[in-house]
């Protein structure tokens, strides 16, 4: 094969290649390029070597509940992959079965069964993901409980009764004063281990729920909530109280291009067409006057506007509506850097559950891999 | 999921006695008493009526009166 047929594009190229044009009212440049055969005399023939020598990770936050990170270098295709494997695919234990003995709150049982579900639970993290397994449900004539083991069904109970309380003042109007149990929290629940559960779970490693304020139900004197929960491990497919993510999104890298100088009154408009820290204020230097062509000739000591953090833009188009600015700036997204968030909903770390997206992924590939063997056999 | 047909909480004489099917709990705990017990819609007190009595509450004469639930246990799924 002849050289240059492997000839790689120039960095400006590569970068108007990798740039999603945003214009007034149209959106460019939407799909990725770089496959085999779409420009003539370039390989784009995918190798891993390739992907990890371009391929970074930034993180930007990283808390439990909270992460945030810039995936540098990656196809739509499997960021995308990622994030659907986030929201559906990773496990998590959830109240699936709820036994009512009694409910004569102003709530309905399947109403209330309903809420239970979607409460997120937290414990012991090797307990959950280690010694907990899947749950099978038995089959239409079979005992009910035939397939529940203490691997695989945690029993919660909720028992709670509102009563009068008697060291309220007569005239007392809050509901919480003046009864006990008025408001039934996430805290109410209660965690009773069975079998080997009382070593993976015992302490502080007992399923408990991670947001212990969240409001059950209301009840009134003598309204009373007597209930027994099984919870099973889920995956959010299968329904979304098993998603252990609140979100799991990514937007591309926004990019600002101002292409002719933005001066004076007009650099301060400018900077209020974006969110604060995205456009920065500069006086114009005696370096950038004595540079014929570069527009700001004449200018010197005037404030110009320059782009400080694009990451921190909403890309609203606020700036190309303005006439002022019209052929001074350009706006795009980098299309391969993909600034992901994932909120978790408190059952994995944030940061562990993108690793654990990873890891699906690949045990995905393996199982294709396995049946292109077969097919080839 | 499986919901029975309304099972009158309280066993009444000896007519039902024995009648508890599968999946009860806690039923017969009522006393077998030849009347119903139902709840007052503005006090939540506990209201029995006999034959031929007024329908109301004798403790705060409120006219609306529920049914008991059910004493058995009834299975929901969390969905
Ligand atoms: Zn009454």
Same mark, same amino acid.
């Given at each position: 094969?002849?050289p240059?047929?492997?000839?790689?594009p120039?960095?400006e190229?590569?970068?108007?290649?990798?740039?999603v044009?945003?214009?007034?009212?149209?959106?460019?440049?939407?799909?990725?390029?770089?496959?085999?055969?779409?420009?003539?005399?370039?390989?784009?023939a995918?190798?891993?070597? +390739?992907? +990890?020598?371009a391929?970074?990770?930034?993180?930007?936050?990283?808390?439990?509940?909270?992460?945030?990170?810039?995936?540098?270098?990656?196809d739509?295709?499997?960021?995308?992959?990622?994030?659907?494997?986030?929201?559906?695919?990773?496990?998590?234990?959830?109240?699936?079965?709820?036994?009512?003995? !009694?409910?004569?709150?102003?709530?309905?049982?399947e109403?209330?069964a309903?809420?239970? @579900?979607?409460?997120?639970?937290?414990?012991?993290?090797?307990?959950?993901? !280690?010694?907990?397994?899947?749950?099978?449900?038995?089959?239409?004539?079979?005992?009910?409980?035939?397939?529940?083991?203490?691997?695989?069904?945690? %029993?919660?109970?909720?028992? #709670?009764?509102?009563?009068?309380?008697?060291?309220?003042?007569?005239?007392?109007?809050?509901?919480?004063?003046?009864?006990?149990?008025?408001?039934v929290?996430?805290?109410d629940?209660?965690?009773?281990?069975?079998?080997r +559960?009382?070593?993976?779970?015992?302490?502080?490693?007992?399923?408990?729920?991670?947001?212990?304020?969240? $409001?059950?139900?209301?009840? %009134?004197?003598k309204?009373?909530?007597?209930?027994?929960?099984?919870m099973?491990?889920? #995956?959010?497919?299968d329904?979304?109280?098993?998603?252990?993510v609140?979100?799991?999104?990514?937007?591309?890298?926004?990019?600002?291009?101002?292409?002719?100088p933005?001066?004076?009154?007009?650099?301060?408009?400018f900077?209020?067409?974006?969110?604060? @820290?995205?456009?920065? $204020?500069?006086?114009?230097? %005696?370096?950038?006057?004595?540079?014929?062509?570069?527009?700001?000739?004449?200018h010197?000591?005037?404030?110009?506007?320059?782009?400080?953090?694009?990451?921190?833009?909403?890309?609203? %188009?606020?700036?190309?509506?303005?006439?002022?600015?019209?052929?001074?700036?350009? $706006?795009?997204?980098r299309?391969?850097?993909?600034?992901?968030?994932?909120?978790?909903? @408190?059952q994995?770390?944030?940061?562990?559950l993108? $690793?654990?997206?990873?890891?699906?992924?690949?045990?995905?590939?393996?199982?294709?891999?396995?049946?292109?063997?077969?097919?080839?056999? | =999921? *499986?919901?029975?047909?309304?099972? /009158? *909480?309280?066993t009444?004489?000896?007519?039902? &006695?024995?009648? =508890?099917?599968?999946? &009860?709990?806690?039923?017969?705990?009522?006393?077998?008493? &030849?009347? =119903?017990?139902?709840?007052?819609?503005?006090?939540?007190?506990?209201?029995?009526l006999?034959?031929? &009595?007024? /329908?109301?509450? *004798?403790?705060?004469?409120?006219? /609306?009166l529920?049914?008991?639930?059910?004493?058995?246990? /009834?299975?929901?799924?969390?969905?």
């Amino acid at each position: 094969m002849a050289p240059s047929r492997h000839a790689a594009p120039s960095a400006e190229e590569h970068l108007r290649r990798n740039t999603v044009g945003i214009n007034k009212e149209t959106v460019t440049n939407v799909s990725s390029t770089d496959f085999p055969g779409h420009f003539p005399g370039e390989d784009h023939a995918f190798s891993i070597e +390739q992907f +990890q020598s371009a391929f970074s990770i930034q993180f930007h936050r990283n808390e439990a509940n909270d992460a945030s990170f810039s995936l540098i270098g990656i196809d739509a295709s499997l960021a995308n992959a990622f994030r659907r494997i986030l929201i559906a695919e990773i496990p998590t234990l959830a109240i699936e079965d709820v036994f009512i003995e !009694n409910n004569t709150s102003v709530i309905q049982d399947e109403v209330l069964a309903h809420r239970l @579900g979607l409460i997120p639970f937290n414990g012991g993290r090797e307990g959950i993901h !280690n010694f907990l397994k899947w749950y099978k449900k038995p089959e239409a004539g079979e005992d009910p409980y035939a397939n529940s083991f203490d691997w695989n069904t945690v %029993r919660l109970e909720l028992n #709670i009764t509102c009563t009068v309380n008697p060291d309220a003042a007569p005239t007392e109007n809050d509901p919480l004063k003046a009864y006990n149990h008025a408001h039934v929290y996430a805290r109410d629940i209660v965690f009773v281990p069975t079998g080997r +559960q009382a070593e993976h779970f015992d302490g502080e490693n007992a399923i408990r729920p991670v947001n212990p304020d969240i $409001l059950i139900a209301k009840l %009134r004197p003598k309204q009373t909530i007597n209930l027994a929960m099984h919870m099973h491990k889920g #995956i959010g497919a299968d329904h979304s109280k098993f998603s252990p993510v609140a979100t799991a999104s990514y937007r591309l890298l926004p990019l600002i291009h101002i292409t002719r100088p933005i001066l004076g009154a007009d650099a301060k408009k400018f900077q209020k067409c974006f969110p604060e @820290g995205v456009i920065g $204020l500069e006086t114009v230097t %005696r370096e950038d006057v004595s540079k014929p062509g570069s527009g700001y000739e004449g200018h010197l000591g005037e404030l110009k506007a320059v782009v400080k953090d694009s990451m921190k833009d909403t890309v609203s %188009r606020e700036a190309l509506r303005h006439a002022e600015f019209e052929g001074k700036v350009k $706006l795009g997204r980098r299309r391969d850097h993909f600034i992901f968030s994932i909120e978790s909903t @408190g059952q994995w770390d944030s940061d562990e559950l993108f $690793l654990e997206s990873v890891k699906h992924l690949k045990l995905k590939c393996k199982k294709l891999e396995q049946q292109v063997i077969n097919m080839v056999q | =999921m *499986p919901r029975e047909e309304y099972q /009158v *909480p309280t066993t009444s004489g000896g007519a039902s &006695a024995g009648a =508890m099917t599968r999946g &009860a709990t806690g039923g017969e705990r009522h006393d077998s008493r &030849a009347v =119903m017990t139902y709840i007052c819609g503005d006090c939540g007190g506990n209201v029995t009526l006999s034959k031929d &009595a007024l /329908v109301a509450c *004798p403790h705060c004469a409120g006219r /609306v009166l529920y049914k008991e639930r059910t004493k058995r246990m /009834v299975q929901f799924e969390a969905r």
